[in-house]
């Protein structure tokens, strides 16, 4: 299970942190991290990492001004967003997959979290 924190409301340039703590299984298997869905739109990537956490990658987008994080003691996943846009507005959601090749699609994933709101305002 994926339990997911943070989200709100922020204005444009602002920083924000979401995060996700996860229960049941072992968390280091699991590559982990983050897409987002705006109502009416497909769910997109926007960072994940491996295991380890020594890999990670991020949609051209958000590189630069995201950076994805994981303490594999404490079983979380965490995505720090700096500089954010009103186009970073978006329900976003914490994800979990034994296969760090999987974040290439959602429908790949096998696990999720509940979803968080993130608003950017102008």
């Known amino acids: 299970q994926l339990l997911q924190s943070g989200g709100g409301l922020v204005q444009a340039g602002s920083s924000m942190r979401v995060s996700c703590a996860a229960t049941?299984?072992?968390?280091?298997?699991?590559?982990v991290g983050w897409f987002r869905q705006v109502p009416g739109k497909d769910r997109v990537f926007v960072a994940a990492t491996s295991g380890s956490g020594h890999i990670a990658r991020y949609a051209d987008s958000v590189k630069g001004r995201f950076t994805i994080s994981r303490d594999n003691a404490k079983n979380t996943v965490s995505l720090e967003m700096n500089s954010l846009r009103p186009e970073d507005t978006a329900v976003y959601y914490c994800?979990?997959?034994?296969?760090?090749?999987?974040?290439?699609?959602?429908?790949?994933?096998?696990?999720w979290g509940g979803g968080t709101w993130v608003t950017v305002s102008s």
């Open positions: 049941g299984g072992s968390f280091s298997v699991y590559a």
């Open positions: 994800a979990a997959d034994p296969d760090y090749g999987a974040f290439t699609d959602a429908i790949n994933i096998d696990y």
